[in-house]
């Protein structure tokens, strides 16, 4: 008999939906900047508007990052610091390479996870730090056109140390390896829901997962 499990708290489904709007904007309006694709007559703006977007969505995905943080500290097992702990043990880091081999067409068994599976967890712990190298670099950049504000007081120091095309570089070459988790981590979710039928899927909406007791 399958039994229905609250997984995913509502900070963490918020937080999420939050970079999913975040990264979509964030992922345009910067390409645009970088490379403007199109234009219109005298007047239209285009560019205001689009770095206005821009770093109001960085504002957004900045607030994500803090409130997903603090869900590190207080969370439930799932979603807190201690989702990482299976990297602690023999058997969590050989889940992990089983998880690894399973991906890559290499193995067809895969351990069974309430949560976030031991390779899983190491992938958000990159993207976590991309995303910090995301939101540093792009408020340093973003303080750089206004010497004395806030931003450019606390991270101008980043272009000191890096100067600001390298920062500029790193920033956008950053967003195409978020890009590239995305689309991973799309079709991972569909194929662990495919795989296990626990609604991997719909969980990030509704938070609970279907559990069969056997499987743990």
């Known amino acids: 008999m399958l039994e229905i499990r609250y997984v995913w708290e509502f900070p963490v489904r918020l937080c999420h939906w939050l ?4 990264i979509v904007a964030l992922s345009f309006t910067g390409f645009y ?9 005298a007047g239209a703006w285009i560019m205001g508007w ?45 889940n992990a390479l089983k998880f690894f081999r399973y991906y890559t067409f290499t193995g067809k068994q895969i351990p069974y996870e309430v949560g976030h599976n031991a390779l899983a967890c190491t992938a958000y712990a990159v993207i976590f730090a991309l995303y910090l190298f995301q939101i540093l670099s792009g408020f340093a950049l973003y303080g750089m056109y206004e010497p004395g504000s806030f931003w450019n007081v606390a991270l101008g120091w980043l272009l000191v140390s890096f100067d600001a095309q390298w920062l500029r570089l790193g920033h956008h070459l950053v967003m195409w390896l978020i890009i590239g988790f995305v689309i991973n981590h799309v079709y991972s979710a569909w194929l662990m829901d495919v795989k296990e039928l626990n609604g991997t899927v719909s969980s990030m909406f509704s938070g609970y997962k279907y559990i069969n007791p056997k499987d743990l």
Not at 33 to 41: L, R, T, V
Not at 57 to 83: D, E, Q, T
Request: positive net charge.
């Open 19 to 22: 970079n999913v709007v975040s």
């Open 33 to 41: 900047i970088g490379h403007p694709f199109f234009s219109a007559g």
């Open 50 to 94: 689009m770095r206005f977007l821009h770093f109001s969505f960085a504002y957004l995905f900045l607030m994500s990052f803090i409130i997903r943080c603090i869900w590190f500290v207080i969370g439930n097992p799932y979603g807190s610091w201690r989702m990482f702990q299976p990297w602690t043990t023999q058997k969590g880091r050989a």
